[in-house]
């Protein structure tokens, strides 16, 4: 019935978003930076992750907590829900304070600084939006979710095409008013999550309970932990850009990578929605004891193949997608598919990873992300300064691969599956035919449009002839 349920609700998740998010990252995205350039577009590049830095401060774990918490015990929304958006919000004022503070620190100038905090208090929206969304996920109402996940991009979509094709605003397209966009766009969706949530709780009131957020926040730190470490070793290329390089240049190299990682964020975003829909299954189906190898194994397959078929076309295609996104211009052509391969490492860690921390597994999750930072930041400092915004896809690279293996081989350890060699030798006889495919296609047809199709129909067709996919074995959970 959990496998049931995880396909039926991940197929309508992933439809709204294929809708909706795509036309974000592929086309709003890139016709901003075309408008802007590179060195201001790279400026907003490199705030936005650095406010993504201290993370830890807005959410201290409570998310994940609380998805886990509220999927193993339901009639805990109704007990927590008014203590911890109290807390949610007085933790975004000490974020936002903060997150400030080391701005100045760090000398960015105030420019940099009025920016700096319309991110991080749009950090705070997206952080409340997720807080609300876990309860939902937690009482596995998904439909809602999946409205509440692209409701923010929707209104965004609509305000910057205003702005970007129309003359009815009379507003100019430059980087405040685009960050003025999404925090409408997060606000009006944060205001429509809390009525939504509010409606399945009788009781709900906003009172000062020191004790209880003590409590939460002990049970909640581990998990903190793991967000904040995941975020740098994630997030710190582009600030490490911004800063190691000279003026200017710093700026202009980070939005070069902006456009390569530009996809990779649109296919994380697959990813990412697995990872969310098998939190609270994976923590109920170990509370309750039962066997979540198939469940993991049918989620690795789903997420493998897409991620091992991108990466395949980054690299057979990466001059025609990259200029086609951004109106032509293929200065980020090789970074773009450096980083796509890092899709696979990425796509393998939200299975995995996942199935850890419903498992209560931080500890081991912790030491691995202390380890990943250190190695992305002793490969930054090394490579940025010879290779620039490619040194730091190198860095990127080493890391996800590292971390995805570490991810595979505890889960191995500690639930004792038993290693499948027969998938590992189709994933191989599968990559090498996918490699085939792109020869192929690059051989046969000159219209890129045509070849990418043709090989995404190819390497389809490949998954299914080497049992990669099975028709078979979806049928089958869709039938529990």
Known sequence: MQQKKFITNLAILICLNLLIKPFWTLVIEPSVQFKVGNTSYGEYFALFNFSFLLNILLDFGITNFNNKNIAQNNHLLEKHFSGLFFLKLLLGIIYITVTVSLGILVGYNIRYLKLLFLLGFNQFLISMILYLRSNLLGLHAFKSDSIISVLDRFIMIGLCSLMLWTAYTGIEVDIMNFVYAQTLGYTLTAIFAFIVVYRKTDNFTLSWNRPFWIMILKKSFPFAVLVLLMTFYNRLDSVMIERLLPEGEGATQAGIY????????????????????LLPIFSRMLKFKEDVQNL???????????????AAIAWFYQNELIGLINHGVTDSATIFSMLMTCFIAI????????????????????????????INLILNLILIPHFKAMGAAYSSLATQFFTA???????YKIFKFKVNYRLIVILI???????????????????????????CVLCGIWALVTGLISFKSIMRFMKY
């Open 347 to 374: 796509s393998t860690t939200y299975i995995f990873g996942t199935l850890l921390t419903a498992n209560g597994n931080l500890k081991q999750l912790n030491t691995m992300a202390i380890i990943g930072i250190s």
């Open 296 to 310: 993991v194994k049918l989620s690795f397959t789903l997420l493998i193949t897409p991620a091992i078929i991108s």
């Open 429 to 455: 006889i599968y990559v090498v035919g996918v490699v085939g495919a792109g020869f192929a296609s690059r051989m046969l047809f000159t219209n890129f449009f045509i070849g990418m199709g043709f090989m």
């Open 258 to 277: 902006a456009k390569g990682f530009r996809l990779l964020d649109a296919a994380n975003m697959i990813a990412y929605l697995f990872s969310i829909q």
């Open 405 to 411: 293996a570490v991810q595979v081989y505890l889960s």
